[in-house]
């Protein structure tokens, strides 16, 4: 990512992707990009990350987008600890860039806190539209996301398809992790996507050495998440 200034002290990101052949998974990679621009490009809220333009010339693709100074979520709880009034914060601001997205019938599924940056007034931006996907029915099929922060009915081989839903699952993570600062499931990291889809089926599963939380901003963070569609 490279910063760019104009002539009248205007500041964004360029995303620099190159266009040069890079065998099936080079073209994957386009092919998310071109996917990410044509959402990005319908957006406009103050939790999601604006869209400026793109160029290109004959060996890269160059992607023009707001500039935000602090980073992810992730560099903020690995340098600092996050109070939980930040956390809840944070998490308001999600939940309106998520019900945007979800008013438009656009599931994002890869909410994480890599995936959320933070701008120099403390506001957060969701990002890294990729693996977005427009959906009117529980009609998505293909397991995509980050294994830990996956939905069960995402995992799930025998899925019968799922939707909006899987974000909220993701968020709920993505609170837990920045809790306890730390991607939820560490203790399990060497287990594989499928492993993990059967710890929600073990009934007698510690929960508690996954995630030892203790916050008095827990309550409030549920009453958030019961809220949601009355935004």
């Known amino acids: 990512m490279v910063v760019f200034c104009c002539s009248d002290g205007f500041f964004f990101a360029i995303k620099e992707v190159s266009l040069l052949d890079q065998g099936s998974q080079g073209r994957q990679s386009i092919y998310q990009l071109e996917q990410e621009i044509a959402l990005l490009s319908q957006f406009e809220h103050e939790n999601i990350v604006q869209y400026y333009g793109t160029d290109k010339d004959e060996s890269n693709l160059y992607i023009f987008l707001e500039l935000v100074t602090k980073g992810s979520l992730l560099n903020l709880y690995q340098r600092y600890h996050l109070r939980d009034s930040q956390v809840c914060a944070y998490t308001r601001q999600i939940l309106h860039g998520l019900k945007y997205l979800h008013d438009r019938d656009v599931v994002h599924r890869d909410i994480k806190c890599a995936n959320i940056l933070v701008d120099a007034s403390g506001s957060v931006k969701l990002a ?7 959906t009117k029915l529980n009609d998505v099929k293909s397991c995509k996301g980050t294994a830990f922060w996956m939905a069960p009915e995402v995992v799930n081989r025998k899925n019968q398809g ?8 993701s968020l709920g993570c993505t ?11 560490s203790d399990l ?9 059967w710890c929600f089926k073990i009934m007698h599963f510690d ?3 996954v995630w030892p ?7 409030v963070l549920s009453k958030q998440f019961t809220s949601y569609y009355l935004l």
Not at 175 to 185: A, D, F, G, R, S
Not at 213 to 219: A, H, N
Request: net charge negative; hydrophobic share 40%; aromatic share 16%.
């Open 128 to 134: 890294d539209f990729g693996l977005a996907k427009a």
């Open 162 to 169: 799922y939707g909006l839903p899987a974000d909220i699952w």
């Open 175 to 185: 609170v837990l992790e920045m809790l306890t600062q730390k991607i939820p499931y």
């Open 189 to 197: 990291e060497c287990v594989c996507a499928s492993h993990y889809f």
């Open 207 to 209: 929960w508690n050495r």
């Open 213 to 219: 939380v203790e916050s008095q901003q827990v309550g």
